[in-house]
């Protein structure tokens, strides 16, 4: 099942447990906006060439839209369209003052050069300028903005604001000198991290000690691994693109980091043994974390799973028939959408110390998320408990009943 139709059906399910107005569920599925617009640039040979760029702007009733803009040759309109009614719902579990938006440019970032890049990331600006915005719209980044995703959001910045004036707050996750927020590199793991220690308090239990098994090993899943082994718990196994590793001691976390920086990936890692990276998902271990793709946890491996908890830092890691397999065994599943909302949390202290021009430390930025993530999971266990149901539909009743409050205190049949 793809993200698209996941995502529906949890929609659905949490407007049925809510008894939702037939009227409002179909206004609350239906995008705000959708842009498409042609972007033609001059490559460097001097031909021209042109790209489509479009943003789904799905809901604006608790405030200005957010969602990341992605470069990937394959854009589905379909996945989009999830994926900012998903942000929707994030952003109201996360109670950050945010709708849902995503975007992004169909181009293969990969056969571009970075002038090229620059250039195609400017006319998309100019052709969205008046439909984005600091209180309309916030674009991040995403998935293939690649290695130089600070700088793109620097050129959104810039091309932004030779329209409006200078306008820090239009984008997130830019460079720390453009008024990036500290902390923010680290967010979307810490978060999990944070999470993570909540449903282990929830059932008496501490970090230090329990044995984690890390699936994906980019931003989300090294700082996961680096937090958690500081606060005492043992990795033992990880894997990423170039293969798989473990150790049933514990892996060294920061002799790892240094080994992944060196070599670009875990392979050939000397403090721990290869692995085949399948086999990740279903080693001996406490708690699991998907951080890399979707749909990694399906019908054909969810029996296999040893781990009592599931941390989904991935968006959309296991999908509905592994769900009733694992609920079966008695796994635990922290859900994506409230697991790694630590990163568009932090995205939102960005844009309030930008509004403000009053800059955080990054120990107040960690110690507010941290605040954040707490009463996140207080908030999802209440609704587990008045609607009798699992996290994941305690998350999805939590964020939609919020928007759907607000819609209809805006007044939304007027």
């Known amino acids: ?45 001097g031909s021209l060439a042109s790209f489509v760029g479009f943003r789904v702007q799905h809901d604006n009733a608790r405030g200005p839209m957010k969602g990341g ?11 989009v369209n999830a994926l900012a009614q998903l942000m929707t719902w994030k952003t109201a579990v996360a109670n950050i003052p945010y709708g849902g938006a ?36 916030v674009p991040a980044p995403d998935m293939g903005t690649g290695p130089q995703v600070k700088q793109t959001m620097a050129w959104i910045l810039d091309e932004y604001s030779k329209f409006h004036g200078h306008s ?21 793991g810490r978060g999990v991290l944070f999470a993570a220690e909540a449903l282990l308090n929830e059932h008496g239990k501490t970090v230090s ?33 170039t293969g798989a590793i473990k150790n049933s001691k514990g892996i060294d976390v920061p002799s790892l980091l240094k080994h992944v920086k060196e070599h670009k990936g875990v392979t050939g890692f000397h403090g721990a043994d290869a692995i085949d990276p399948q086999s990740v998902l279903v080693e001996d271990c406490d708690i699991l974390i998907p951080a890399a793709l979707g749909g990694v946890i ?61 800059m955080w430390e990054e120990e107040k930025v960690n110690n507010v998320l941290k605040t954040y993530m707490t009463k996140g999971f207080k908030d999802v266990k209440e609704m587990c408990k008045t609607h ?5 539909m305690g998350a999805f009743t939590l964020g939609v009943n919020r928007v759907a409050r607000a819609t209809v205190l805006r007044g939304w049949e007027a």
């Open 102 to 137: 995503k975007g992004g440019i169909g181009c293969d970032p990969g056969d571009l050069s970075i002038s090229e890049l620059e250039r195609l990331t400017r006319v998309f600006t100019q052709k969205i300028h008046d439909l984005i915005g600091i209180h309309i719209d």
């Open 298 to 358: 399906n019908r054909d491996n969810a029996n296999d799973i040893k781990a009592k908890f599931i941390v989904e830092a991935a968006n959309h890691p296991t999908d509905p028939e592994a769900d009733e397999i694992l609920s079966k065994k008695g796994v635990v599943i922290l859900p994506d959408i409230y697991a790694n909302s630590g990163g568009v949390t932090v995205s939102y202290f960005e844009w309030v110390q930008n509004i403000q021009g009053f």
């Open 168 to 188: 820090p707050a239009v984008v997130t996750g830019k460079p720390i000198d453009l008024g990036g927020s500290l902390g923010r590199d680290a967010a979307t």
């Open 1 to 45: 099942m793809n993200a698209l139709a996941a995502t529906n059906r949890n929609f659905k399910l949490a407007a049925r447990l809510l008894g939702l107005d037939s009227k409002l569920e179909k206004s609350l599925l239906i995008p705000f906006r959708e842009i498409k617009v042609e972007c033609t640039i001059p490559k460097d040979d």
């Open 209 to 241: 000690g329990q044995r984690f098994a890390i699936q994906g090993f980019g931003n989300v899943g090294s700082w996961a691994a680096q937090l958690i082994h500081e606060q005492g718990g043992k990795v033992v196994a990880v894997s990423d693109i």
């Open 388 to 392: 009798n149901c699992d996290l994941r």
């Open 69 to 79: 803009i992605r470069y990937h040759p394959e854009v589905d309109p379909d996945e």
